[in-house]
């Protein structure tokens, strides 16, 4: 089955840290662009950070220096660790797999896994 499934989402408070994990299945995992979005209460999905194949890396400015990317293409699994996190970093996360071409189908999203950051 082609899939992604995210994973790792929970409860935090504020200064605390949360690794997700997206697990990748039914398709060639090294040849996608692997990416996370959020989408908080009352707002629009928004890009949080992107992974090349080649392991390029790409953040929004409001999570620069405290989020990391990274992927583990043997596995087929990209990660998102969040460090320092704050209440405005709440929102449901999903993972994004985005193929290199058109040939290769639609882009893949999960479910999405829901961070909340609270004291």
């Known amino acids: 089955q082609v899939q992604v499934v995210e994973s790792g989402g929970g409860l935090v408070q504020p200064g605390g840290s949360l690794r997700l994990s997206c697990a990748g299945s039914?398709?060639?995992?090294?040849?996608?662009?692997m990416g996370w979005y959020r989408q908080g209460p009352g707002k629009q999905r928004e890009l949080v950070a992107t992974?090349?194949?080649?392991?390029?890396?790409n953040y929004a400015d409001s999570v620069k220096g405290r989020f990391t990317i990274s992927r583990d293409n043997p596995r087929n699994t990209v990660y998102l660790q969040m460090n320092s996190l704050k209440p405005e970093d709440t929102a449901v996360y999903y993972c994004?797999?985005?193929?290199?071409?058109?040939?290769?189908?639609?882009?893949?999203w999960g479910q999405g896994t829901q961070v909340t950051v609270s004291s």
């Open positions: 994004n797999a985005h193929p290199p071409s058109r040939y290769y189908g639609p882009d893949l």
């Open positions: 039914g398709f060639t995992f090294s040849h996608y662009a």
């Open positions: 992974i090349s194949g080649i392991t390029s890396t």
